[in-house]
């Protein structure tokens, strides 16, 4: 994983709620073995609808998706994470979002930002007016700022995703660091569960 | 203060904590399947990593399964090549696979708990949302992702923040008829899709310990819906009854020591839980889903709720949404919206109780002309138990498809899929949009349900077929 500190860009209104995994990326694009290519599979079944946001123009260049509450519930799928930022995406802003598809998030740099629902709500209908609204979301102050409107607000980020983020860390290197206490813990597990 | 189950499970598994790190648990069973894992091990590979612990990772192929013709190739070129590629890595890992045809194959969280794989106390993941299945043993059980895959694959640990604790209590007694699909969504009515995010869910009450270890699973199959990180039952002697003598259960002074550490998996009188939760058992009666997330349930009985109606603009916005996609009107009656399609199968509802409580529906009628049916069965050794009952036979005779099994037609990634506008009545866990074929119309239901409504050709409860 990169590290990342600072992302700064615009911002796509995906004004539903219950946005699951499947719509995210449909199961059809499952079958992939691999980890790249899923872009052409975001949403695709809502981007054959030419009124869909992400067909918009006006939100061409944007990097950051502000979404409904409920966002990425449902399969456990990663590809959902893949897909959205081999679009281009870099952080998903959310009043709450699928437990699985958050922690997949985290495990691939892309940052879920949890903010209250009235703000969510309110920062949806001030993109749908001017696209060109400009997001500040600093991992180390975990605060969204939108200097425009004179918001600033803080997000909850663990400390110790917050510091892989910054650092760029690989998960499984640093429990490798704990391979002692791993052994130690195989020495005492009960003897039924020793199976060949 | 004492514990609940899942902070019991939890200490048990506690690898190391503090330093300002999240708690890295250990785990005792891997599931995995064909779908969630290719990238995983290469990973692996690329990093130069082995599988720690081969002995206790078990993989199926499930999700891309035809259920036809299992004799032949698999024809679609890239379920093909995700089959063969997890039977490549597991062949090269040294990890059992269960492949299509086996004796032991089958939806992945159907084989685990027949196989006597999952037994209470356990960590249990899968790269599977639905390994909520296995807390029904009193088992901690979450779906992970693929990179939590590859991390479990290299380390048998996860690092885990957390979680709050909640309990579903369902009081009282069911209604004769209602069964656990039923609760679940009647749960889901009533706590919503975000209900249970951030926590882990145990169900509790009289209606709870009355259910069979089928229709435990059935309920925390579907804990991941209303977004609980798990869910889980306190094992008990019904428990027990359902292990003893499994394949990969203990035996002799094992069995009686394992036994003696299960019994002391429940939640401590004084113990807190976050969140509580408390439905009236007898007040449930047959669910239905009229839209396209599983929170939006009324019973059989009732019609189609109006947006208009939702205080919450947001939900109404959904409501309006789903009724459009779903091409149904408020204020309709369930029982007058026909169907195209009924699917019983999937890791909710296709094991062999399942299969004998739709039976017993189909037995002596016939499918209404025009609807397709198809009956799944969730692993090779429920299909073989179904054939020695004679339940197949009964299927086939009420003119009901009885197939191989595997996942089917709940997500679509093998060749059973519902086409554009096809209304389906389906034993499944989700109706969102396109989730079983795309442009498809799904309506989640219980086994018994599924079956009357196969035969009425509209939504139906048996008892309402003459
Ligand atoms: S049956 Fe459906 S929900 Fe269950 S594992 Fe298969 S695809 Fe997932």
């Not at chain 1, 979301?137 to 510091?163: C, H, M, N, W, Y």
């Not at chain 2, 082995?50 to 379920?79: C, G, K, M, Y």
């Not at chain 2, 998996?265 to 509580?276: C, I, M, P, W, Y």
Request: include cysteine.
């Amino acid at each position: 994983m990169k590290p990342v500190s600072i992302i700064e860009g615009t911002a796509v209104p995906l004004d539903r709620s219950d946005v699951d995994t499947d719509q995210i990326i449909p199961s059809d694009w499952l079958k992939r073995v691999e980890r790249t290519g899923f872009e052409k599979g975001l949403f695709s079944e809502w981007r054959d609808d030419k009124d869909f946001v992400l067909n918009n123009d006006a939100y061409s260049g944007a990097n950051i998706l502000l979404a409904g509450p409920n966002f990425g519930t449902g399969s456990s799928r990663e590809h959902a994470v893949w897909a959205i930022q081999q679009a281009g995406f870099d952080a998903v802003i959310s009043p709450r979002f699928g437990p699985i598809f958050k922690n997949n998030s985290t495990k691939n740099g892309l940052v879920p930002v949890e903010i209250e629902t009235t703000i969510a709500e309110e920062l949806m209908r001030q993109v749908q007016t001017d696209p060109n609204l400009y997001f500040v979301i600093d991992i180390a102050k975990r605060t969204l700022e939108v200097a425009q409107i004179g918001l600033t607000v803080d997000f909850p980020l663990e400390s110790s995703i917050q510091d892989r983020f910054l650092k760029g860390l690989d998960d499984i290197g640093i429990t490798l660091e704990h391979t002692k206490a791993i052994e130690t813990f195989e020495k005492q597990r009960n003897s039924w569960l020793q199976r060949q | 203060m004492g514990k609940t189950l899942s902070q019991k499970i939890w200490s048990d598994h506690l690898v190391r904590s503090g330093s300002g790190l999240p708690d890295l648990l250990y785990i005792d069973l891997h599931l995995i399947h064909e779908v969630t894992s290719p990238q995983a091990f290469d990973g692996l590979r690329m990093n130069g990593r082995r599988v720690r612990r081969p002995d206790l990772t078990v993989a199926t192929e499930d999700h891309n399964v035809p259920t036809e013709n299992i004799d032949q190739p698999i024809a679609d070129e890239i379920s093909l090549k995700q089959i063969e590629t997890l039977r490549n890595n597991t062949a090269e890992f040294g990890i059992t696979n269960y492949p299509m045809g086996d004796p032991h194959q089958g939806i992945v969280h159907v084989i685990g708990p027949e196989l006597g794989l999952t037994q209470p106390g356990m960590t249990v993941v899968c790269g599977d949302s639905h390994t909520s299945t296995h807390g029904a043993f009193g088992a901690l059980a979450f779906g992970i992702g693929t990179s939590e895959v590859e991390h479990v694959l290299a380390t048998q640990t996860l690092p885990q923040p957390g979680q709050e604790t909640m309990s579903i209590t369902i009081n009282g007694e069911l209604p004769e008829g209602s069964t656990a699909k039923d609760v679940v969504l009647a749960i889901l009515n009533e706590v919503g899709t975000g209900g249970g995010i951030g926590a882990i869910a145990e169900f509790r009450g009289s209606v709870v310990e009355s259910l069979s270890m089928e229709g435990r699973m059935t309920l925390c199959n579907m804990s991941i819906e209303f977004g609980a990180k798990a869910g889980l039952v306190a094992p008990d002697e019904v428990t027990f009854e359902y292990l003893k003598g499994l394949e990969n259960c203990p035996e002799g002074e094992d069995w009686d020591e394992a036994v003696a550490y299960w019994k002391t998996l429940f939640t401590d009188q004084d113990a807190v839980f976050d969140r509580e939760v408390v439905l009236d058992g007898s007040a449930i009666s047959p669910q239905v889903t009229w839209g396209t997330n599983p929170g939006q349930v009324i019973p059989v009985s009732g019609s189609i709720p109006n947006p208009q109606d939702y205080a919450d603009p947001a939900e109404r916005e959904a409501a309006e949404r789903a009724l459009d996609y779903m091409g149904l009107q408020a204020g309709s009656e369930m029982r007058s919206i026909s169907v195209d399609t009924v699917f019983i199968g999937s890791c909710t509802n296709s094991r062999i109780e399942d299969l004998r409580s739709a039976a017993e529906v189909a037995q002596g009628r016939s499918v209404a002309s025009g609807v397709r049916t198809l009956v799944v069965p969730g692993s090779r050794v429920v299909k073989e138990q179904a054939e020695a009952e004679g339940l197949d036979k009964i299927f086939i005779e009420s003119g009901f498809d009885w197939r191989e099994p595997g996942c089917s037609m709940c997500l679509a990634m093998n060749p059973d899929k519902l086409t554009v506008g096809e209304r389906c009545a389906s034993t499944s866990n989700r109706n969102f949009e396109g989730r079983q074929g795309r442009g498809g119309r799904t309506h989640l239901v219980s086994p018994r349900v599924a079956a009357a409504t196969a035969i009425a050709g509209y939504f139906a409860t048996p008892e309402d077929l003459s």
